[in-house]
């Protein structure tokens, strides 16, 4: 079956260390989306990328990065200069804008 | 400025009552609407949209919405809750500014159900 998948589900890091999260898509869907979630805040894009080898910042992008070598795969990773990395992050994919998202079940990263 | 708005952070509701949970939007045009639930520690699954059309969409799990424009609003109903409702719900909305690009999703900050026996 078509899906996407977040790989680890938990990840726990040392504060200053880069740590990158996986995100894979096998249902041909040009673009793709990260999310953070925090209690009471919703979710807030970080990334996302329309198109392979093409991405774009989101409203909190800052201590971030990602690339997309290829459309299915869209990894995100944490940098030591994001301030509050721990967060549930949230991969989505997207047919069109008329189709909503089709989301991936998450990575819980704890940095301690 | 666009955004979204869920009033309500925590609904509780007994099993089998109906239930309404609120969204509204801010924004110059007909924005493309999304309904999402999530289970804990889960993503996201998308209950229903509407872009068009009939205002009162119906969706999976016995939900629906209607859109009403001249409120702004996009709220989520069912007529009989169960107890594997129980969940945090939250509407989205694409701002589209028009030619190719994809627009992006916004979220309301979630309302989360609680459903008593």
């Known amino acids: 079956d078509g899906g996407i998948t977040q790989s680890p589900k938990y990840l726990f890091r040392k504060e200053g260390q880069n740590v990158t999260l996986s995100c894979e898509q096998n249902l041909n869907h040009d673009a793709m989306y990260w999310y953070r979630q925090d209690p009471g805040q919703g979710l807030r894009l970080i990334y996302y990328?329309?198109?392979?080898?093409?991405?774009q910042k989101g409203d909190i992008a800052e201590g971030y990065s990602v690339s997309r070598e290829k459309k299915e795969s869209f990894p995100l990773t944490v940098t030591s200069a994001q301030k509050n990395p721990t967060a549930f992050y949230l991969c989505?994919?997207?047919?069109?804008?008329?189709?909503?998202?089709?989301f991936g079940s998450g990575t819980r990263l704890t940095v301690v | 400025a666009q955004s979204v708005t869920q009033p309500d952070i925590h609904i509780t509701v007994s099993e089998g009552a109906s239930l309404e949970l609120r969204c509204n939007y801010s924004y110059g045009a007909t924005p493309y609407l999304f309904w999402y639930v999530q289970s804990p520690g889960q993503g996201l699954q998308l209950l229903l949209k509407y872009f068009s059309g009939d205002t009162l969409v119906q969706g999976i799990k016995g939900f629906e919405a209607e859109f009403k424009r001249s409120q702004s609003s996009f709220n989520l109903r069912k007529p009989s809750v169960h107890w594997s409702d129980a969940a945090e719900y939250f509407c989205a909305v694409v701002f589209w500014a028009g030619g190719t690009s994809y627009g992006k999703l916004t979220f309301g900050q979630g309302t989360i159900l609680t459903v008593h026996p």
């Open positions: 990328s329309q198109i392979v080898n093409d991405f």
């Open positions: 989505a994919s997207s047919l069109s804008r008329l189709d909503g998202y089709t």
